[in-house]
């Protein structure tokens, strides 16, 4: 079945550095949406990319949806402490319309 | 005013035992989910309904048994408890079952099964 494949699994990075996380997918998929998740909580709605090569930005993040639409990422510019969670895609393939979720990176940030 | 609640927020039971999970939404969305989340923090849908109407309904045991009375309500009832079913379960709502819709989640119950 459809796989949304995400790396790294896990990240630590030290306050300040930066931190990108990549979603890939082997189908076409028709939009991704990227989720929050910090610890003991649930994930929260970040964003939505829909269009080819669509790049989006809310203040240090920043969303890209690739050219082929099989792939995504989010980079994180000068990571805080409030960053720490983990970061899920989720991606919906043309064939399926369901939504499904990658597995996740978990980010850590030391002060 | 929480959107989207889920009761109980931890549970701990033995094997064989069986017990539900309750969730409401408070958002006028047509559309709820379970979600079981394992240890490894991996999201995988379990069902999905739309105005009280199954439309998705993953591979799950059939000892699970998903109940949507209203739109706003969905609950999860679970016979037979076995330890593999330790798990995360989120409920979520959208406005449409469309996948294009943001998602809103529940904050999750934490089943233990001992």
């Known amino acids: 079945g459809q796989q949304v494949m995400q790396i790294p699994q896990y990240q630590h990075v030290q306050e300040g550095e930066d931190f990108t996380t990549y979603c890939n997918s082997s189908t076409t998929l028709s939009n991704i949406q990227w989720y929050k998740q910090r610890p003991g909580g649930h994930p929260v709605f970040l964003i939505q990319?829909?269009?080819?090569?669509e790049v989006k930005k809310q203040k240090r993040l920043t969303f890209q949806f690739g050219e082929a639409k099989k792939n995504s990422s989010l980079h994180i510019t000068a990571t805080q402490t409030t960053d720490v969670g983990t970061y899920f895609c989720a991606g919906v393939s043309g064939n399926t319309g369901k939504l499904i979720f990658g597995q996740g990176t978990t980010l850590q940030v030391k002060p | 005013d929480t959107a989207v609640s889920q009761t109980p927020k931890y549970l701990v039971t033995q094997m064989g035992n069986d017990k539900s999970i309750k969730c409401e939404q408070n958002?006028?969305?047509?559309?709820m989910y379970w979600y079981k989340q394992d240890s490894k923090k991996f999201l995988k849908i379990m069902f999905s309904y739309n105005n009280k109407e199954l439309i998705i309904n993953e591979t799950v045991p059939n000892r699970f048994s998903p109940k949507s009375p209203d739109k706003a309500h969905l609950n999860l009832h679970i016979n037979s408890l076995e330890l593999g079913d330790s798990a995360v379960y989120f409920c979520?709502?959208?406005?449409?079952?469309?996948?294009?819709?943001?998602?809103?989640f529940g904050p999750g119950t934490r089943l233990t099964v001992t």
């Open positions: 958002l006028g969305h047509d559309t």
């Open positions: 979520a709502s959208s406005l449409s079952p469309l996948p294009t819709y943001e998602q809103y």
């Open positions: 990319l829909v269009k080819s090569g």
